[in-house]
């Protein structure tokens, strides 16, 4: 984002408190301002700062008291003061007090309707609108930190809707599984019979649990896209911004028909044409440069003509020209307001080029500041509408991924545990019991790894994945090596872990191995993951083509690591590393 967005509101109080020095409005004057304005600044740095608000009101009002008539009008300095406070309700409230104020505290207690209504527009619009000048790098800060924020907030809803889908269709039977492991080993002395049962039932529930969890896995590719965000950081002021833009333009029309008779309808339909083209270059960005370059051509070449009459419009160009966020379009733009001085007639109050300067800065820092105000609060919404839908894509693609590789080697070892207790009840019940025991502790690490889906803080190290590992090879292969350093960063635990499961998996699924190792260390900034296993058949894909391979590749990558697959002579390798 430029730095003329972040210091509109800055520019614009400047330039007023020129205007107000050359203008011969007096010392006192100059001082009330610049006092006022310092003030202003300091709000908005500490918002809800309440000796600031004070000693604003004290600026506002003293000198009234010396004054009388003669004071300028500059409640609305003190309206955008209040605009700037920590609470919503007591802001306008304030706010509206201050704008009512405004008419008797100027013209006294019998001033005429009219003078009143000038005092009461004066204190709202200008105060509104510097308000709005000076939230726009606020508007900028959030635009930029928003991203972290919603992607936080998306990410834990995801994780709360898979958290429940698990407990509803996993956890109970997970608990009922564990429940009928304990009556296996119960009736193992009792009834092997019965316990053979009870294990064959408790293999086709721990099949159906595989059951369910591929299809909660699958779910998370088929949910529909999130709905719109139902908290926008702006909902209203889009529309505000573009009100009080458009009523500028039209207020700028009327007061050009109106101080020049001699050409109303040039001006009337210039001021309709350029309102038009002017809105609709902040609506319809697209079409920006070619709508900018017509309102060119239709600024400029009527001036040739009609001179001084015409050169108010030039400030619109000059808004139109700020609007496209580019260093030449700025010099263009600082060329119409002088253009603009250059054109216009010296008269009344404005009796040097210099007010006229003054009064162009002015009313293009506002219509710009309304204009760039509603851009941003519009973009602030729709990035935060498309942050929203690809952050639960993202995350419903990691969740899919982790479905599959935390719970896929836990479910499938304890199917084949529970076939195989069924097996030895009747052959080995002394071998039974302790695969029941195993069993038994399987379905409770499955319960765990359930959790460790929807809570980072529960996720398994390394060191964790290693003894599972052994453990489990142990029981089927005739040769296991394990090798790793004591210590790994966390990094490696929670991208590495998830790999060192899936591996162990494919190589209990998709091999006839007898041989498997397993190293793991850290050198150079790096951990290196290495896993060597045979029985590989020679036609094998060393890519893979199974969903696993994919998501241990996708989690390397996603990492900033490397990661490596290749089949020689059906010993498969597998190397990975991650930076830390």
């Known amino acids: 984002m430029s730095l003329l967005s972040r210091s509109t509101g800055y520019l614009f109080l400047v330039v007023y408190a020129l205007s107000v020095v050359v203008g011969g409005n007096g010392i006192a004057a100059a001082c009330c301002v610049v006092v006022q304005a310092i003030l202003l600044v300091i709000a908005h740095r500490r918002p809800g700062n309440l000796p600031v608000l004070i000693a604003q009101a004290v600026a506002a009002y003293l000198p009234i008291a010396f004054l009388g008539a003669a004071a300028l009008n500059l409640d609305w300095l003190l309206a955008a003061t209040l605009l700037l406070g920590p609470r919503q309700r007591v802001r306008w409230f304030g706010f509206g007090v201050v704008t009512l104020v405004s008419g008797p505290a100027h013209h006294g207690l019998h001033a005429g309707g009219e003078a009143y209504a000038h005092a009461y527009v004066a204190t709202a619009a200008v105060g509104l609108v510097v308000y709005s000048l000076l939230r726009l790098p606020d508007l900028l800060d959030r635009l930029s930190s928003t991203q972290e924020?919603?992607?936080?907030?998306?990410?834990?809803?995801?994780?709360?809707?898979?958290?429940?889908?698990?407990?509803?269709?996993?956890?109970?039977?997970?608990?009922?599984?564990?429940?009928?492991?304990?009556?296996?080993?119960?009736?193992?002395?009792?009834d092997p019979e019965r316990a053979r049962d009870t294990a064959d039932d408790v293999a086709d529930r721990t099949r159906t649990i595989v059951a369910v969890m591929r299809r909660t896995a699958a779910a998370q590719h088929d949910l529909d896209l999130p709905s719109p965000d139902p908290a926008p950081v702006a909902r209203l002021v889009p529309r505000l911004a573009m009100t009080a833009l458009v009523a500028g333009l039209i207020a700028m029309t009327a007061n050009q028909v109106l101080e020049i008779p001699e050409y109303r309808l040039a001006n009337a339909i210039g001021g309709v044409t350029f309102t038009a083209l002017l809105v609709a270059q902040v609506v319809w960005t697209r079409y920006a440069v070619v709508l900018l370059w017509a309102q060119v051509v239709l600024t400029l070449v009527p001036l040739l003509w009609l001179g001084p009459y015409w050169c108010s419009w030039l400030s619109l160009l000059a808004v139109a020209a700020l609007l496209r966020e580019r260093a030449p379009w700025v010099v263009a733009a600082i060329g119409l307001i002088a253009l603009r001085a250059a054109f216009a007639e010296p008269t009344g109050e404005l009796a040097e080029p210099a007010g006229w300067v003054f009064l162009a800065l002015e009313a293009t820092l506002c219509l710009y500041g309304l204009a760039r105000f509603r851009q941003l609060s519009l973009q602030l919404n729709r990035t935060r509408a498309e942050l929203a839908t690809r952050t639960a894509h993202l995350e419903r693609l990691r969740l899919a991924r982790d479905i599959h590789d935390l719970l896929g080697l836990t479910l499938s070892v304890l199917a084949l545990?529970?076939?195989?207790?069924?097996?030895?009840?009747?052959?080995?019940?002394?071998?039974?019991?302790?695969?029941?025991?195993?069993?038994?502790?399987?379905?409770?690490?499955?319960?765990?790894?359930?959790?460790?889906?929807?809570?980072?803080?529960?996720?398994?190290?390394?060191?964790?994945?290693?003894?599972?590992?052994?453990?489990?090879?142990?029981?089927?292969?005739?040769?296991?090596?394990?090798?790793?350093?004591?210590?790994?960063?966390?990094?490696?635990?929670?991208?590495?872990?998830?790999?060192?499961?899936?591996?162990?998996?494919?190589?209990?699924?998709?091999?006839?191995?007898?041989?498997?190792?397993?190293?793991?260390?850290?050198?150079?900034?790096?951990?290196?993951?290495?896993?060597?296993?045979?029985?590989?058949?020679?036609?094998?894909?060393?890519d893979g083509s199974g969903q696993g391979l994919r998501n241990m590749r996708a989690r390397v990558l996603d990492a900033g690591g490397s990661f490596e697959t290749s089949i020689d002579d059906g010993e498969f390798r597998l190397e990975a590393a991650v930076p830390c």
């Open 149 to 190: 924020e919603l992607s936080r907030v998306v990410r834990s809803e995801e994780r709360l809707r898979v958290a429940r889908d698990l407990r509803a269709g996993l956890g109970e039977q997970i608990t009922e599984v564990l429940e009928r492991l304990r009556r296996t080993r119960t009736e193992l002395a009792e």
């Open 417 to 542: 545990k529970c076939d195989l207790i069924g097996e030895l009840i009747t052959r080995d019940p002394v071998r039974a019991a302790s695969e029941i025991d195993q069993a038994l502790r399987i379905a409770a690490d499955a319960r765990f790894e359930a959790l460790a889906l929807t809570d980072e803080c529960a996720a398994r190290s390394l060191r964790d994945e290693f003894d599972s590992a052994r453990s489990i090879l142990v029981a089927a292969i005739e040769t296991v090596s394990i090798d790793c350093d004591d210590q790994l960063p966390e990094r490696a635990d929670r991208v590495l872990a998830p790999v060192v499961r899936e591996a162990v998996t494919n190589v209990l699924r998709h091999s006839t191995a007898t041989r498997v190792a397993i190293s793991c260390r850290s050198r150079d900034r790096l951990v290196q993951l290495n896993i060597h296993n045979d029985g590989v058949e020679p036609t094998a894909n060393p």
